[in-house]
T-cell receptor, first 115, second 111 residues
């Protein structure tokens, strides 16, 4: 049972345009969400997170939006740069236990930013 | 400061053997989590250790085990290896249970 779903395995965007990566979840207990970026032969790198008490969080070119009623979150990258080409993972956890150490990951979306 | 270090980077084992993977967390980090990444299942949580105690466990068989030492270094062990255990094993560390930093992983191939 895939509790975190990234339905688009790949996405191609032109440099300078907006990249929008989507993620859906089914577990209503999830209240903390993260996006990681992964290059080949490296571990995932944390990008940005959002708590369920918020619906938006920004960090530079990266913005995450959370729609709790739809159980949907998205990552916006503006403007997209060639160095953003990587696999992006959405992850979620229930932090009522006091930690976010048991992340449930989506299967990833491969973003390619073209010149 | 040094990141999360996993050793070895690559490993080839035969079915039925056992394997031990090592993870050195970022200095000062007390929580260490392990994940398995496969093409079909993505990243799946194995277990988490905090101050030498297993605090969380994922849905993996008992062949997968781990431990954490007093210096926070962690090891995971897989016994009686199966072909399906071929995967990238990732370790991540955190100061207190949020904001995990991942290592580059150990690529295990079972033949």
């Amino acid at each position: 049972d895939q509790q975190v779903k990234q339905n688009s395995p790949s996405l191609s965007v032109q440099e300078g345009r907006i990249s929008i990566l989507n993620c859906d979840y089914t577990n209503s207990m999830f209240d903390y969400f993260l996006w990681y970026k992964k290059y080949p032969a490296e571990g995932p790198t944390f990008l940005i997170s959002i708590s369920s008490i918020k619906d938006k969080n920004e960090d530079g070119r990266f913005t995450v939006f959370l729609n709790k009623s739809a159980k949907h979150l998205s990552l916006h990258i503006v403007p997209s740069q060639p160095g953003d080409s990587a696999v992006y993972f959405c992850a979620a956890d229930d932090v009522s236990t006091g930690t976010a150490s048991k992340l449930t990951f989506g299967t990833g979306t491969r973003l390619q930013v073209t010149l | 400061k040094a990141g999360v270090t996993q050793t070895p980077r690559y490993l080839i084992k035969t079915r039925g053997q056992q394997v031990t993977l090592s993870c050195s967390p970022i200095s000062g980090h007390r929580s260490v989590s392990w994940y398995q990444q496969t093409p079909g299942q993505g990243l799946q949580f194995l277990f988490e250790y905090f101050s030498e105690t297993q605090r969380n466990k994922g849905n993996f068989p008992g062949r997968f085990s781990g431990r954490q030492f007093s210096n926070s270094r962690s090891e995971m062990n897989v016994s009686t290896l199966e072909l399906g255990d071929s995967a990238l094993y990732l370790c991540a560390s955190s100061l207190a249970g949020y904001g995990y930093t991942f290592g580059s992983g150990t690529r295990l191939t079972v033949v």
